[in-house]
Structures are given as C-alpha cells and as structure tokens.
C-alpha cells in the first residue's frame, strides 16, 4: 500500500536531514524514511548491496528526495543511474536540493527527475513545501507498477 511504502532521503547535510524529518514529522507523513548520506548508500539501497543487501527488492521508495551535492557520487549520476536500471526506471525522484544552476535544472530533467525543488530557506516555506510533497506524491499520484524484470 502507498502509505506503507518508504521515503528515500539522500542527504548529506545533518541540518537539512534533521529539518526534513520535521517537516514529515509537522505534516503528519508517517510513511518511514530511509537516509542515505551520500549517492554510493542511495544506490546500495535501491539496488539491495553493499551495506543493503539483505534489503528486500520488492520494496521500493514511494518517492526518492534527491540532493544533487553530494559525496563519493553525486545526485546526478545517482539519477543516471536510477533511470538506467529497469528496477529503477520508473520510481518517482524529486531533486530536493539548494542548487539554482540552470545547468543543474536541465540536466536534472534531462536525465528524467519528475520535478526539481530547491529547498527554501525559510522554515516555515520549507514545511510547506514537504507538506505538498508528501501530499502529492504519497497520496495523489499513481505510481507505475513495478515491472517484473529482473
């Protein structure tokens, strides 16, 4: 059930970690949230290796938060690679990120991210937008089906 499903937080900065999870917390998301702190544990977990790989693969994130600066890989090549798996292809990314390049933009959507947020400053803004987030994504969108691939 989309509810149940989880969240994949891939965020390397403590401060914005801890003011995400309150934001899901002050919108009433209960859907779990799994952070990853760099690209290499987001891949680990999405494709079940590494330090992941007792994970069950059925179990895929309802929606991926996707920051772009990240360490050992970052969010771009994340999203390359997300897309180019079959597993993968199909799950919702938001680039949740600070970033304004419009290189970042472009090549964000190039490389097919559903949409490309740039975390607000402002607290309150930021809660707001979670609260839209979790809104749309968790309860309104259908999401594809999972292919049967392997």
Known sequence: ???????????????????????????????????????????????????FADRDPASMPAVILL????????????????????????????????????QDISEAYRLGANSYIRKPVDFERFIHAVGQLGLYWLSLNEPAEPTSGS
């Open 1 to 51: 059930m989309p509810h149940e499903r989880p969240i994949l937080l891939v965020e390397d900065n403590p401060d914005d970690e801890a003011l995400t999870l309150r934001a899901f917390s002050k919108n009433k998301i209960t859907n779990p949230v799994v952070v990853a702190r760099d690209g290499v544990e987001a891949l680990d977990y999405l494709f079940c290796t590494g330090g």
């Open 67 to 102: 920051d772009l600066k990240l360490p050992r890989i970052d969010g771009l090549e994340v999203l390359r690679r997300i897309r180019a798996s079959e597993k993968t292809a199909l799950l919702p990314v938001v680039v949740l990120t600070t970033s304004k390049e419009h």
